[in-house]
């Protein structure tokens, strides 16, 4: 455990984190609040980073707030960002989507309105985060992923056109950047997707956890 | 709709046909005896098969046993045959197993003794076979699948492994051949996987209906 | 599996099809939405149609949308045909409509409020389709049933009248008919009506595929 | 209300009658005992008999026990005949034992096992009659029904041979006879069938009504 | 069974009876209608009726409309009545209120707020008589009951007073009466209360029926 | 509170005390063992008893096991004696049992193999007695109560019949007898008894409280 | 028991009694009313009070309402007070609230927002106490508690601080005063905390009925 | 990450580890067998042990099988101990017990015979490494411990000499020693004790993270 004096961890003590995206940030988070006791942050990566925050820097208090909800898209965030994000006063503010608004593409392929196609997600996502800049908050971007390691694979190869959207804006805003689907390659290297998840989605507690780490690592975090 | 006269399909008027093998055949079947009214054969293409032949044959009844059972493999197969085959004195008997021996190599790597594999799955499939036809039935072969249109993927080509096995015992017992993967395969050429399911193992009622049509096709059954 | 090239079943490439009526059609189907993945589609003839197409014609996708309601007569349909049909831009639009309209006379002749009598029927009926035609949809009308053998039950005698109603507003309106009684007449010559289930309404698995053949037989489609 | 002294009811006061059949008797009576407080009786013309007498004749007790179980044919009255009837000593026993006997040939066509024909559906019962007798109680036979007014329906037709059965082992055997089936024709002669049930078998209140008249009426109840 | 001709029951054939009431009304039935299949008529005496009608007098067919609501007073009935009993437009009413009125004295003498006194008692059933035969509708008035025989007793005696402003309201308005509690102090000269249920208040099926027998004696039914 | 030094409750400090009986006992306790934390010693009297003594004794424990059983006669006590009772090896053990032995002769008048007359009660208990005598535990007998003032009542006079029984064989066996009948009447002398429960015999927490006091006083508590 | 004429127990007769307060209070009560049979008045120190009063007292009724909710704390007490005591026109009103004001900075102690801290507190407290008076109601003060013996304890020291407060505010006001905390250490000087509850706050039954106890003896109740 | 060749870890590659103790170990496990897809490890720190290892070291996998049980003592664990745990022929085996042996001397103090005391703790656990040893498992032992700050907190001192107890077996066996009441006092230095759980024994996630955090460092785990 570092200790107290020369923690250079990139989360402000006592400030507050906003979470927000899709299924995989929401698992089973407690609705409408997504904080308090218990299960509250839900099952997934939220959970993990705070508790390995709250075990690792117990000096260091950080307020953690879970606004995933599943099934969105870029398109269902922009109608909740008002409330949902900016009301919150958040002091950093991370953003995991863009699976939903690919996935649509592949497993549903004629309910066309359901697709976000990759203009939109841009134009949709470069606003919201400049709302969120405007609001005063430092915003971390992660890219979507796709626990697939054949990168021909047309899903795969459409989620990494995705990623490099949020690759760009990340450079463009000067954001904290987590390659997530990174932190997944280099897994899928060594085992085969199935046993992270079976539908290349949704992943199991260490899927979750290979997240928490690329999150927590880009934030210069120390066990 | 064929007249009654000139019906060429090969299950036999009046026989019954037993259809075992694992969660795609079983698709929530009655337990334990996989018969009667209502959803006694489950939601899968043991399902449509009968309501298939019943709707087009009404005249030329063949009575369908469903025994499928979630997460079986070849090895439990045999553990039931005797009970769930043998005794109930099918004049047709339908095996689609290999699945799981498949999937467990791939999705629970470190639980070794839950792996069947390929001899072990031949021997004991060639075994069950033996046994079956000297009982007096028809075995109908069908080969195990996986909704993955990539060649290369791993799991992919282990089950076209156990696939050539299927046919290959198909030739050597003279046994009635069910080629699901083939199935799959020609509608995969058209659409992504993820339309059909996203495990790419348990078929949505498309991929069930890909089955049905597949055995029906194989027994020379007219619309 | 017909080649792409000459396939000439009747519904568009691409189309969207909206399927209505009563629990018959419903069968469980996704509310309020009716579309979707998993069963959102139900488990009647609806799902079996969406099926046969999709396994039949994987390179001709059609957009099925299921809006039966359990329970409804034409007066039902009429209240919700601005929201549930004109809104949606159909395509083509299927209407099966009449048993509940009928089945009240016979189970609740007390509730004479509940009664839809064949001038109502026909009229409303009429209007309907009138309004759809102006839409700019193709309509295909479904004959009413009664899974019962004897034309002279008193209940059957009134279900062909209405199905008389059908057959006759799809020759004034230039729309496609289904025969659907006729599909399970074929099938009452050989097995008794307790067989395909016990209320003479709500068919089995095995009737529904017999209104989907009745359906797709109508619509020139091939195996 | 009959005064006490002139009580000619063939009940005799302070007797025990145990009532068996299937599901139209059982009617959710209580799980093994079938007696005791509130609904053990079940919600069919066994309770209706029961709160019948209780109210006329209350100065006249009978026990009455509730040993109808859903799905019975008289093959499986006869494995429970020494346990659920001769064991209780009872002082009288009615049967009403058929319907499912006849409903399996015409709703399972296929399944013949489950079968009970015309020759072991009256050997068997009059077996079971005939043990009765000797255990000292007298028998009160019901005759099986079908809630269809048209007598050259199969089923009906075929249920109607079964009734003829009872109706000669009641005069052999110089039993108690209940007509059920003409109770119900009495009432079919004035409104159609779906309007006592679906189903033409498990009726409403109003049908177990009439099956309790026809009791009553035949053991000289007076209201 | 009378014949259709020489019917002389007072409910007149075709009408509308609705009966409203408390939880012994009630029973069960279906909210908000209290009519329709299966059990919309509740468990009760309102059941029992309808079931009595139905067999016996095929011919001549009540429309039965249970309003019973448990927990009600005369004072919840006045807050009701338009909407649950004159828009309906009934040919008959029946009213049985009046335990709860008394029963609050007794198990809840605390809570005074919720005692409804005989004056308040009488003028307001006396209010809703009224406008029931302004609207048309012929009354049958119950007498409230208490399953008590001990006359001295507190409750019952109360409930002897409430019963008496029924009786006398019967005879200013010329209703037909129902004297419930006297049906059922002539089988408590039998048994002892317990018999018939535990709470003096909820009968048993037997209890309903003694109800169900008061009712339809003081309208000239036979059996 | 009494100060530690001069408590002159007579359930010795650190003893175990064994509460046996009927549904009043059992007050929902946990089932086999009726001994732990939360409500492991159900929702009555001895949950209050256990309580009172905690709050107000807390340097003088006593461990108490419900051993109460919904709907026990002292002919169940007897079958379940050594393995509830001796085998604890307690130092007290109270009973209070009777009411249902009394109860089923009134509310299921028909089965007489429910009743338990007056002779084997008071030879049953007298034998429970003797045997707890000789295992060496002090005996604490309360009354079976009918929560009803009129003594004239048919229930009341025999449950008062084996309540004399209770005190003859207090006096016999010089065990510590608690008038719980005496409690409730003294209550009884100012409300009326639905205040207290609506079946006479489930008693309100008030109720329970009536006899936790009795019990207590009869053992020198002091509040 | 008093008897009826000596009795100088603080609460009048026939008065009423609102007892608001958090979970302690609420324990389960009936929602919204409070108030009733059964367990409307929850499983904790209200119902207890309620019991030992009803079954020491019966000639001296006094009509308790609860009006706890779980979670609250004062400033959630004072959003309520109109709708919750004065509108009920009590004439006694006892509030036990600070609990939750305390535990929120401890147990989460990032939501700043969810504290209340001793300034808002008191302010709070002192007006609901100002308005209760206004409006006629004598008040009873209890004060809030700590299961743990440890006075150095963070969460116990500022429990007491918040006691401290309700002393205060007892004195200025001249209400009665319950000083619960004192009640468990009385209690815990024998045993440890984890006896009468895990989390130190939501006491067993014993618990409870400390609280009782001590609620009791400042209104001079005697046993 | 660290590379896959200069990895330290003590858990050697392909090694299974058994994982038991009480309700903190098992969090939920599945029942029987603590392993496999979901969440068969349970929600505690087991599942964040093989998370971490897996998300981690994905070039160097550890078969975890988790056999934890809520409410366990030493005691149980010796009853359990050959089909638990020799029987699957671990190579590492870690124990963490003694928190139920200690808490029920605290919370049951009157249930003596549930309680261990510190002479059975220590030869019971001697006797289970010896075993364990004995059949070629390194043995990992973890401390019990109490989420209390306060050492001189009777509870927690007696914590504290059950964990003296796993020390010196540690060292006597030469067994890995995972000091976990350690990891909680480092926390707790700068957190109330409620933050972490209510009730000072079930840890919240951030908790169990602490426990993993501990259980790794001991083994040389890198991040």
């Not at 196609?117 to 919201?128: H, K, V």
């Not at 997944?184 to 899927?207: N, Q």
Request: proline share 3%; aromatic share 8%; glycine share 8%.
């Amino acid at each position: 455990m570092r200790s107290e004096s020369n923690n250079t961890m990139r989360l402000t003590k006592n400030s507050k984190l906003v979470m927000i995206g899709d299924s995989i940030t929401d698992a089973g988070r407690a609705q409408p609040d997504g904080e308090g006791l218990g299960d509250a942050l839900g099952h997934g990566y939220v959970a993990l980073v705070d508790a390995l925050l709250g075990a690792t820097y117990p000096y260091h208090p950080i307020r953690i707030i879970n606004k995933g909800t599943g099934g969105n898209t870029v398109r269902d965030l922009k109608r909740r960002w008002q409330a949902d994000v900016i009301d919150l006063k958040p002091d950093f503010v991370s953003i995991m989507i863009g699976i939903n608004d690919v996935w649509r593409q592949f497993d549903s392929p004629k309910q066309v309105d359901s697709h976000v196609y990759i203009e939109e997600y841009e134009a949709t996502l470069n606003d919201l985060i400049a709302r969120t800049k405007s609001a005063g908050a430092t915003v971390i971007l992660m890219t979507p992923f796709y626990i697939e390691s054949n990168r021909d694979d047309a899903m795969r190869a459409q989620m990494d056109r995705y990623g490099e959207v949020v690759k760009r804006l990340a450079l463009t805003h000067d954001s904290i950047l987590v390659d997530t689907q990174a932190g997944f390659d280099s897994i899928l290297s060594h085992i085969y997707s199935a046993t992270l998840c079976w539908d290349r989605v949704h992943p199991s507690k260490t899927g979750h956890m290979a997240i928490a780490r690329a999150f927590l690592n880009a934030l210069d975090f120390e066990w």
